[in-house]
């Protein structure tokens, strides 16, 4: 059981909310991170895993225009894969990557590259991430840092 993912559980049990998660590169590595640990069924809605870019349209309302100008690999596509998880899971938060984890390139985004969302009741944020490693290290690098940045929007105070 990851710590962040239960430090994620109990911030969202004592906040009455509930997360979805919209995933990439991660390929259910950060549903994993909430639903292991006991008790996430009180507060984890669900996720959907679109590693194919058609999906990412089909599955999680990501604009296929967005996808063809800018690729799957985008702040702004990490953004609405959040907001599309929120909406098809009817959950007050949700958590999106997509990236590179390698071993090849995408084009012009190199391995490593790595965008995280976090999409709740007050819009989303973004970031950007640059890990290094092989295939398994970028994917678990991603998972945490996903934690790390949901938890520091989870306990923001509301603007």
Same mark, same amino acid.
């Given at each position: 059981?990851?710590?962040?993912?239960?430090? #994620?559980?109990? %911030?969202?049990?004592?906040?009455? &909310?509930?997360? @979805? !998660? /919209?995933?990439?590169?991660?390929? $259910?590595? *950060? =549903?994993?991170?909430?639903?292991?640990?006991?008790?996430?069924?009180?507060?984890?809605?669900?996720?959907?895993?679109?590693?194919?870019?058609?999906?990412?349209?089909?599955?999680?309302?990501?604009?296929?225009?967005?996808?063809?100008?800018?690729?799957?690999?985008?702040?702004?596509?990490?953004?609405?894969? #959040?907001?599309? %998880?929120?909406?098809?899971?009817? &959950?007050?938060? @949700? !958590? /999106?990557?997509?990236?590179?984890? $390698?071993? *090849? =390139?995408?084009?012009?985004?190199?391995?490593?590259?790595?965008?995280?969302?976090?999409?709740?009741?007050?819009?989303?944020?973004?970031?950007?991430?640059?890990?290094?490693?092989?295939?398994?290290?970028?994917?678990?690098?991603?998972?945490?840092?996903?934690?790390?940045?949901?938890?520091?929007?989870?306990? #923001?105070?509301? %603007?």
């Amino acid at each position: 059981m990851s710590p962040a993912g239960a430090a #994620a559980v109990a %911030a969202l049990r004592a906040a009455g &909310a509930t997360v @979805a !998660v /919209a995933e990439s590169l991660t390929g $259910g590595r *950060l =549903a994993d991170a909430f639903v292991s640990v006991p008790g996430a069924s009180a507060v984890f809605r669900g996720g959907l895993v679109a590693y194919a870019t058609d999906l990412k349209t089909g599955l999680l309302d990501v604009p296929a225009g967005l996808l063809a100008d800018r690729g799957p690999v985008d702040p702004d596509v990490a953004r609405a894969m #959040a907001a599309g %998880a929120r909406a098809r899971c009817a &959950a007050d938060w @949700a !958590v /999106a990557t997509t990236g590179v984890a $390698g071993p *090849l =390139a995408q084009g012009d985004r190199p391995v490593g590259l790595v965008h995280i969302a976090v999409a709740g009741p007050d819009g989303a944020t973004h970031r950007t991430c640059r890990f290094e490693g092989d295939r398994d290290a970028i994917r678990n690098a991603a998972v945490d840092a996903a934690l790390v940045l949901f938890l520091s929007r989870l306990s #923001a105070p509301a %603007a």
